[in-house]
């Protein structure tokens, strides 16, 4: 079910940039980059390697600070340029969840336990955690995986387990970095999915860094990146959030932000 239109958005950033290095060797990997990503839809962000797109990302990740601009994630104002607002730590394991390239699973443990571990950091008591863990695994569809340790797991299973770590918390925002880089296509189609499942049904704001363009349709618009900007269609894609507020149960996948690009 989609959140209420009510709910802050999962992420609104306002005129972000980012300078790594300084003097000769400064790079201006990202600048004045604003977005907003409402609960309940699922963006792809797409745009040629060095664009800036794990920056943002881990900007409003709350992993690599901007140098400048704002972030609010879920409606809480969390990073004024480098500085953060709140315990960074602590927000990061309520309210995001984080997926990258590789599953980046505890070897040691049972896809069972590393689920379970996201949950117990977060002191919900081994019982529930394990109860929990169990249903995530099998809304993700790798249930009968829970005794496995990641080496036994193909790669696509892995990765659901990694989303389904990453959803323990029902977190208002997931963020994705290239999960399907991995993957074969049928596989990386079925991850994408699950993404667009978890926007749609359990309400989460859902960004995902993609360069897979056979995927794109599962997502509900796309931004596009280059040269450390988001493309000049930004402010259709904000007015496009606004007409999703106007019309939240319409489907918007396959709609007009996609079409003409390569
Ligand atoms: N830690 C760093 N120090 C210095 N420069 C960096 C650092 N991280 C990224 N950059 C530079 O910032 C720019 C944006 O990098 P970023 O990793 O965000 O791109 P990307 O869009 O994710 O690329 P890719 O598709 O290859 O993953 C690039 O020019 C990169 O070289
Ligand atoms: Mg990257």
Do not use: C, W
């Not at 958005?9 to 907003?36: C, F, H, W």
């Not at 962000?45 to 972030?71: F, H, M």
């Not at 695994?137 to 990453?166: F, I, K, M, W």
């Not at 963020?175 to 991850?191: C, I, M, W, Y």
């Amino acid at each position: 079910m989609n959140a209420p239109t009510t709910s802050p958005p999962a992420i609104e950033a306002r005129q972000l940039t980012k300078i790594y290095g300084s003097g000769n060797t400064e790079v201006v990997a990202m600048r004045d980059v604003s977005l907003r990503v409402e609960r309940g839809e699922v963006v792809a962000l797409l745009g040629p390697s060095g664009a800036g797109k794990s920056t943002l990302l881990t900007a409003v990740g709350l992993i690599n600070p901007p140098t400048a601009g704002q972030i609010s994630i879920d409606g809480v104002a969390v990073m004024d340029g480098a500085r953060a607002l709140v315990d960074l730590r602590a927000f990061r394991r309520q309210h995001l969840g984080f997926i990258f390239q590789k599953a980046n699973l505890i070897p040691f443990l049972n896809a069972l336990q590393n689920v379970q571990i996201a949950l117990e950091i977060n002191d919900v008591p081994v019982r529930v955690a394990r109860r929990r863990a169990l249903e995530l695994l099998d809304y993700l569809g790798v249930a009968d995986r829970a005794s496995n340790l990641p080496e036994t797991l193909s790669g696509g299973q892995q990765q659901r387990v990694a989303v389904a770590r990453a959803l323990a918390n029902e977190p208002s925002l997931v963020l994705a970095d290239e999960p399907t880089a991995a993957l074969d296509s049928h596989r990386g189609r079925q991850v994408m999915e699950l993404f667009r499942k978890v926007a749609h049904e359990r309400g989460a704001g859902v960004l995902v860094v993609t360069h897979d363009q056979r995927a794109l349709d599962v997502f509900d618009r796309s931004l596009e990146m280059e040269d450390g900007r988001l493309r000049d269609d930004t402010a259709a894609a904000l007015s496009d959030v606004e007409a999703l507020d106007a019309e939240p149960q319409k489907p918007l996948h396959g709609h007009g932000m996609l079409k003409g690009r390569a």
